[in-house]
RNA sequence: GCGGGCGUGAUGGAAUGGUAGACAUACCGGACUUAAAAUCCGGAGGCCCUUGUGCCGUGGGGGUUCGAGUCCCCCCGCCCGCACCA
């Protein structure tokens, strides 16, 4: 029997789809539309196996919505600019550019014999001078709008190399190229004044149904609403200017137990007092520190002592001490708070290093000690008994205590009810070449201006030195230098270039119409937006989709989008990620060497290398080019072909859920499609022996195996409409195993075989397209499948004539009883009591209960 | 540290609060074969020399319920994010 050549069949079936432009999209009015998108890849320089899971991902859910008669937008483009590309660059000597536009020639090669449904003729990277001329309209645009400003900002300086550290480039605090510790340093900067839309983005965020919970709530945590109190301290000793110092607190409720007051080492004031060379050294000691929000709060926690002295605003004759301490945010509230260490177990550990008195505010109960080993942090809305409340009642929940306070403290004059957000703007300003050019000119007279639209792009030089420090564009020789485009004197361009998630936070809605000459056009956006179903990984959970959300907006006020797509992504699914094992050695330095996967021979006991080395094996973690732990998809097409990598990757695993990556899954699946090959040709083969004979009416078997068939029918729809495609590859396994038991001489069974696998063919088309064509072609199916109606279960088979009922008896199974599918409860009750079993465990007993859960199960409660 | 998630046989996993382990891998046995591969058929959570209408079993401990892998509380472990990685 001849094998199933997939390296002869996959490239033929692609044609044969390219031919017929299945999957070009072109709007319809007389068809509804579908637009599915995977979040586009940044071309690092191969695929690997978690993209192909991915694209698979989204491809199983637009040949669906095909098969459904939707008129479906499935496109696909690169995420090019970025840092990679300039270490690339300095590393190697090669251009940024070319060597990101090779690797996109070598990432799309490595993706057309996957056998995407993509629409390729939308294809375009975020580096292309005619996506980022759009963008840069859009930035003039927004500007205008009143949604951009300057301000001075923080950021990691890297003193030997010259140049800004992202947070990534920062280890142990030191430069990951110089190893020179990393100062913090201000530097003005662009930023979009996304905390303006703050409480708009927090609202909408109930209406996104189809977004995964979870990330619903890490957005609503992100943005981070608080509602609390902003006061004044009156200082004592304090410079010139300082004589009152604002704080903000979300529980003015424990004001009575504050022990300390504290600013940020970035605070006005702390700035202030740096005359003295004590306090001079510690701000600059917590400067050395990075930017990032992970390294203050894991820091040890510091503070200093300032001298300074604030007066309660309850108890004026009350002092507490002023500190300057690490762990507190310039940008978050005031940069300023009151500690109080009982009930926040930093403070405490604060109050206890220094010495700091601890208060008890309220206790769990009336009857509960004073204690303060721990601090006692109830959540707020837990009632508890305040000893030392002020306003309010005795025993109320936080939430009530702390409205009280606010009330109380805005009466009395000492402060007001605010509410504050965690969000803070997004700075878009970076000093990097392989970016999208900000376009604004600095003019002497005129100031900062925005370039003239007719004048856009803005383009990267392409002679460029990456080799010297500092930023490229600000050194190249003449690039800055231009005209004042509104008084043409001689002016300076922005050297900066955008965040490379400004790129990715339109792309969607210029995928609608991608070669225009504006960043969108109405007809196009109107019809295809929104993204139906937006699929991606879930560490882009807050950052891209929330920009994604306020470029939506900003493109609505700018008018490039219509006011039914400020919430652009209709229906969210984040998949889980690829990871491996890592495989690492040391050197004869002591420094860990990592090896791919495919460099080590696992062993019963561990894993060598080839020549016996010991190898340590590691956790299983994301695959990344760094740990080496990363698996070629290449290869797995190559052995078996794309079908066999795309089953693969959509079984087992629930796609929401990380998967490691095994070599053995691989083989199985190819197996599996081997079979199924194997019963194809045989079942042809059936029916051309038999072709021109009588038809025989479908047996009892063959009836089966229909039933069987119209099962596979509902359980796959409904498995790939809820993402479960691991369940509809398990549903798919079993019509095959159905399909392999039937006998083939039973009456009918001919075309019920034939059936029951023109189905599998359809079924299993999203999945594995270029196998399910051949297997529709070989048994009769009509035209392409992939062009075929979605197959639409019938009722008639599907109903079961009689059910299985286990019977528990006071919760455990001690046997079953079959009834008829359309027993009521009634009958059922009765049959159960008459059931030997369950006279038996009686004993003549009346039952205190009896449960029936119709058509699930039956309980006995004695 | 803060925010979010995950934890089920040897393994990947299945299970609207209702028969735990579907389906698959690996494994064991059988058929076919000179043999092997491939293929086909079958077995299988653990325990007991009590084989039963038995007991135990979904990271650990507690709770709610007629019934908990699923809901609630506490704990442990692992993973993701933390604003200049993409």
Redesign the pocket.
């Known amino acids: 029997m001849s094998r199933y050549n997939a390296r002869e069949v996959e490239p033929k079936w692609q044609k044969a789809w390219e031919d017929a432009a299945v999957f070009r999209a072109t709007r319809d009015r007389d068809r509804p539309k579908y637009y599915v998108l995977e979040m586009f ?2 071309p690092s320089g191969r695929i690997h196996i978690g993209h192909t899971r991915n694209y698979t991902m989204g491809d199983v859910i637009a040949r669906y919505k095909l098969a459904q008669g939707f008129n479906v937008l499935h496109p696909m483009g690169f ?1 090019a ?4 590309a300039e270490n690339a660059a300095i590393e190697n000597g090669v251009h940024p550019g070319d060597w990101t536009y090779r690797n996109i020639d070598t990432m799309r090669t490595q993706m057309k014999p996957m056998g995407f449904s993509i629409d390729w003729s939308r294809e375009f990277a975020t580096c292309d001078p005619e996506y980022y001329a759009q963008q840069q309209a859009l930035f003039i645009d927004m500007m205008e709008a009143g949604l951009i400003y300057r301000k001075a ?1 923080v ?2 300086w890297d003193p030997v190399d010259q140049t ?6 920062v280890i142990d605090g030191k430069g990951w190229r110089s190893g020179a510790p990393v100062e913090r340093r201000e ?1 003005t ?1 662009w930023f979009f004044a996304i905390s303006d839309m703050a409480e708009e983005l927090l609202t909408a965020i109930d209406g996104l149904e189809a977004w995964p ?2 990330v619903r ?2 957005q609503r ?2 943005i ?1 609403r608080s509602q609390g109190l902003q006061f004044g301290f009156e200082t004592i000793g304090a410079p010139e200017g300082f004589a009152r110092l604002d704080v903000y607190t979300t529980r003015p409720d424990t004001l009575l137990g504050a022990g300390f007051a504290a600013i940020s080492p970035d605070h006005p004031l702390a700035k202030a007092l740096e005359s003295n060379p004590e306090i001079a050294a510690f701000n600059a000691e917590c400067r050395r520190m990075g ?4 390294e203050l ?2 820091a040890e926690k510091k503070g200093f002592d300032t001298g300074v002295r604030v007066r309660h605003p309850l108890d004026p004759s009350w002092e507490l001490p002023v500190y300057i301490a690490n762990f507190i945010l310039m ?1 978050y509230g005031t940069g300023a708070i009151f500690g109080c260490p009982a009930h926040d ?2 403070d405490l550990d604060f109050s206890r290093k220094y010495g700091l008195p601890v208060i008890d505010v309220f206790k769990s109960s009336e009857s509960a000690p004073d204690v303060a080993k721990e601090a006692y942090v109830p959540l707020k809305s837990q009632p508890v008994t305040y000893i030392r409340g002020f306003a309010g009642e005795k025993v109320m929940t936080g939430d009530e205590a702390v409205a009280a306070a606010v009330a109380f403290c805005e009466e009395a004059g000492i402060g007001t009810g605010v509410t504050k957000y ?3 703007d ?2 878009i ?3 990097r070449y392989w970016g999208c050019p900000i376009p604004m000119i600095h003019c002497e007279s005129c100031g900062i201006v925005p370039e003239d639209k007719a004048n856009l792009p803005v383009r990267l030089p392409d002679d460029v030195t990456l080799d010297r420090p500092g930023n490229p564009l600000e050194h190249h020789p003449t690039w800055r230098h231009t005209a004042c485009p509104k008084c043409g004197g001689a002016a300076t361009r922005e050297t900066d270039t955008m ?3 400004v790129d990715s936070s339109w792309y969607f809605a210029r995928f609608t119409s991608p070669r225009a000459e504006t960043p969108t056009v109405a007809e196009d956006a109107a019809y295809w937006m929104n993204v139906d179903q937006y699929i991606g990984g ?7 989709l929330l920009y994604s959300r306020f470029f939506a907006r900003a493109m609505h006020m700018t008018g490039h989008l219509p006011a039914g797509a400020i919430e652009p992504f209709d229906a969210l699914f984040t998949q889980g ?1 690829v990871t491996h094992e890592t495989y690492s050695t040391r050197n004869a330095a002591g420094r860990t060497i990592w090896h791919t996967p495919d460099e080590v021979v696992r062993t019963e006991t561990g894993a060598t290398l080839a020549d016996g080395t010991p190898v340590k094996v590691g ?1 299983s ?2 695959m990344s080019k760094s740990k080496k732990n990363v698996v070629d998809p290449e290869d797995i097409i190559e052995a078996y072909g794309a079908d066999t990598a795309r089953w693969f990757v959509m ?4 796609p929401e ?4 990556w ?1 070599a ?2 691989a ?2 699946a190819w ?2 499609l ?2 199924v090959w194997r019963l194809t040709v045989e079942i042809a083969a059936e029916r051309e022996r038999s072709a021109g004979g009588p038809e025989a009416a479908a047996g009892e078997e063959a009836l089966s195996l229909l039933r069987a068939a119209h099962r596979a029918i509902r359980d796959v729809t409904a498995d790939i409409e809820g993402f ?1 495609f ?2 509809a ?2 549903r798919l ?2 019509l095959t ?1 159905a399909i ?2 039937a006998s083939p001489e039973a009456p009918g069974m001919t075309e019920a075989r034939a059936f029951a696998m023109r189905t599998m063919a359809q079924l299993m088309g999203p999945m594995v397209p270029h196998l399910a064509e051949e297997v529709w072609a070989r048994l009769g199916g009509e035209g392409l499948v992939v062009r075929a109606a979605w197959p639409v279960a019938d009722p008639a088979l599907l109903v079961e004539s009689s059910v ?1 009922l ?1 019977i ?1 008896i ?7 009883i079959s009834v008829p599918a359309d027993a009521d409860t009634g009958a059922v009750e009765a049959m159960v009591l008459a059931d030997p ?1 369950v006279v ?2 009686l004993d003549g007993a009346t039952p205190r ?1 009896l ?1 029936v ?1 119709p058509g ?2 039956v ?1 006995v ?1 004695m």
């Open positions: 890849p940044y995420d600019f970025g840092m990679p900002a950021v990691n800004v550290l992202a947070n990534e480039q530097l900067q919970e979870k709530t890490m945590n992100w981070g930017t990032s929000e992970e709060e894991t940008d177990q930093r965690r969000l803070r997004w700075g300003s970076r000093q965040d490379t998630f879930v560490e882009h959970a807050i950052l891209h990620m956790p973690i994301k079984s087992d695993s629930p859920r990380d998967v490691e095994t053995s899954g083989e199985s197996k599996h081997q079979r479960s691991n369940r590859v398990a396994y079993e195993n392999a038991k299985i286990p528990q006071n919760g455990k199974r001690r046997g079953e079993l038996r465990a209960r449960i859960v699930r199960i309980n409660v």
